[in-house]
């Protein structure tokens, strides 16, 4: 068997909903608008660190190294003020999503994605932790099992629109080349909380929350209005129900979601609530959306032309999700893991090559336009491979694989270390570029070798399968078996 096969597949069950309604789509995207918010708060922080402008006001001293004689190119925006302007709202965001975690079990998804609009205001980073931690799990209780993943996708999908508008706005606010220009750029950040609050006003809560909540007839209500009218409501209503019922909360003694993800039983859960996200921050992918226009000036590219790198970076990472969004439910969560994790190895291997060879381990040489040419080609093609394999991929498959009972707990641990690895890596990501030059990218390089083999092992295919089900899976895995408890497990239909 392989490292990473099972024995059997549960079936996709739709409970006569399979026919796509017109207000599932809705609902779900309006929910997925949610990534909005993250993508244009990571894209608009790297986009006004180039600004002279901004750096004039905030950090006088990058700007007095930018007119160094001769410039390490490395080392250029080595500030940990100005990382720090970057990196701060993810700690708001990991409290917030692990607050999250116990108010979602209490409130319901749809209140928590109102909350995250209502405080934004406020604190941006509690925005992006209630966003995070409430969205994906929203879409994947929302969607029917067999088109879960392309509508769970739609989060990563929005995440990609915000951080192409951010670009866009900063390269046409460095165009005009006005000292107001970084202050718009910044004030457009409220834009996608309008966005996000139309559509979480306008959605239901998910039938399993209201269900867990003891509101079986408004989760029957909300079943109707998403699969339509031919649908067996009631079946699926069933199926949920049935499912909170073999939960057994009473055995735990009342204790908490969180302190029953640390028992041996949910042991899998937890390895993967920690392992994907982590993996996914590994591959390197935000630090370079934070700091692409950064990163292209201190690779040779000069001014706008630097911004302009990161607009086309980010239109190619939203081309590839969209592409992820026809391809997840037929061939499943694996194979695109794997081929991501391939293509973006051989990506950063190549880019440390060009750099290595041409601008040297100094910094000191510049890059010429065939070099920079070389790096933007490089990196379109490693944003590519992320944005249909680890960028969706691991918002979906945290959202799907928890049991009810530790849900709530499981996505917040997974958004928590997530935002954690964010913050880790945007506060030490240019200062590892200065000390360690081109090898940065092989240490992603390293990371996501790494990453690509622990899914090939340990990681059962979920493509299809009802979140109900989704225990069989782990009880027929070569290795998880021994703590997914055949109890807890429904009857798996092999796939042979």
Not at 67 to 73: H, I, K, L, M, T
Not at 115 to 141: C, H, K, M, W
Not at 295 to 306: C, D, K, N, P, Y
Request: hydrophobic share 50%; proline share 4%.
């Amino acid at each position: 068997m392989a490292g990473g096969g099972f024995a059997g597949a549960a079936t996709a069950v739709d409970y006569g909903g399979a026919k796509m309604t017109a207000s599932v789509i809705i609902t779900c995207i309006m929910a997925a608008s949610g990534g909005l918010i993250f993508g244009y708060d990571i894209g608009i922080s790297g986009g006004v660190t180039t600004m002279g402008p901004f750096l004039e006001k905030f950090f006088p001293k990058v700007l007095r190294r930018m007119a160094a004689a001769r410039p390490d190119r490395y080392c250029i925006y080595n500030s940990q003020s100005l990382t720090a302007f970057t990196s701060s709202l993810y700690i708001a965001g990991l409290v917030a999503s692990l607050v999250g975690g116990r108010l979602t079990a209490a409130v319901g998804r749809r209140a928590l994605m109102i909350s995250d609009v209502d405080r934004r205001p406020i604190l941006l980073g509690f925005g992006v932790g209630f966003a995070n931690q409430a969205t994906p799990v929203y879409l994947s209780e929302m969607a029917p099992a067999r088109w879960r993943g392309a509508f769970n996708t739609g989060f990563q999908l929005c995440l990609g629109v915000g951080v192409l508008a951010a670009n866009l706005v900063s390269y046409a606010v460095i165009r005009v080349n006005g000292h107001w220009g970084w202050r718009l750029a910044l004030g457009l950040a409220g834009a996608p909380a309008v966005v996000f609050l139309v559509g979480a006003a306008i959605v239901s809560d998910t039938p399993s929350s209201l269900a867990a909540r003891g509101r079986i007839d408004a989760a029957r209500r909300a079943l109707r209005h998403v699969r339509g009218p031919n649908a067996d409501v009631d079946a699926e209503l069933d199926g949920i129900l049935r499912h909170l019922k073999v939960s057994r909360p009473s055995e735990d003694g009342g204790s908490s979601p969180f302190r029953q993800l640390l028992r041996r039983r949910y042991r899998h859960h937890l390895v993967m609530a920690v392992a994907i996200p982590f993996f996914q921050q590994m591959t390197g992918i935000n630090v370079i959306a934070f700091y692409a226009p950064v990163l292209f000036q201190a690779v040779g590219f000069e001014g706008s032309s630097a911004v302009l790198g990161s607009v086309i970076l980010a239109a190619i990472n939203l081309g590839s999700t969209l592409v992820s969004t026809f391809i997840v439910d037929r061939h499943g969560r694996r194979v695109l893991f794997m081929q991501g994790g391939v293509q973006m190895f051989l990506c950063q291997v190549a880019v440390t090559c060009v750099l290595g060879v041409i601008v040297g381990s100094d910094g000191g040489a510049q890059l010429p336009r065939g070099g920079a040419l070389a790096v933007l080609v490089l990196m379109c093609v490693y944003a590519a491979g992320f944005g249909w394999s680890w960028g969706p991929l691991s918002w979906l498959v945290p959202s799907e694989i928890f049991p009810v009972e530790i849900r709530s707990a499981g996505q917040a641990v997974s958004v928590a270390v997530n935002l954690a690895v964010s913050f880790a890596q945007a506060q030490a990501f240019l200062a590892a570029l200065c000390w360690m030059k081109y090898g940065v990218f092989v240490f992603y390089a390293g990371w996501i070798a790494v990453m690509t083999a622990f899914v090939a092992a340990f990681l059962p295919e979920t493509k299809g399968v009802p979140l109900e089900a989704m225990e069989g899976m782990w009880a027929a895995h070569w290795y998880w078996k021994r703590f997914a408890g055949p109890e807890s497990s429904p009857t798996v239909k092999s796939s042979a």
